[in-house]
């Protein structure tokens, strides 16, 4: 099991920067890849970024240039810049996490809001 705690959300003007954290703890060894999604209210799930245990990083098209995912294995936890950002990036932001065993965890997500 992977536990997963999500922080850093908030509200913030358009063109401002935020940072996601995702600290995670249990069966962290067997992580294969993390990442975070979004979802706006009436809109499906959707991938923002994604990093695998072997530090490759996929982008969706509307965070590329502006959203950069890394993470701290000292740590144990995963991150999110945004900055330039919009308000339709306005959304729920949920760490996720992927085991080699295909398991997978969800955050429980953390409201970002940007206003115009």
């Known amino acids: 099991q992977v536990q997963l705690v999500e922080s850093g959300g908030g509200l913030v003007q358009a063109g401002g920067s935020l940072r996601l954290s995702c600290a995670a703890s249990?069966?962290?060894?067997?992580?294969?890849?993390m990442g975070w999604y979004r979802q706006a209210p009436g809109k499906e799930r959707e991938l923002v970024a994604r990093i695998t245990s072997g530090d490759n990083t996929n982008y969706a098209d509307s965070a590329k240039g502006r959203f950069t995912i890394s993470r701290d294995n000292a740590k144990n936890t995963l991150y999110l810049q945004m900055n330039s950002l919009k308000p339709e990036d306005t959304a729920v932001y949920y760490c996720?996490?992927?085991?080699?065993?295909?398991?997978?965890?969800w955050g429980q997500g953390t409201q970002v809001t940007v206003s115009s």
């Open positions: 249990g069966s962290i060894f067997s992580i294969r890849a």
């Open positions: 996720w996490v992927a085991l080699w065993s295909q398991l997978i965890y």
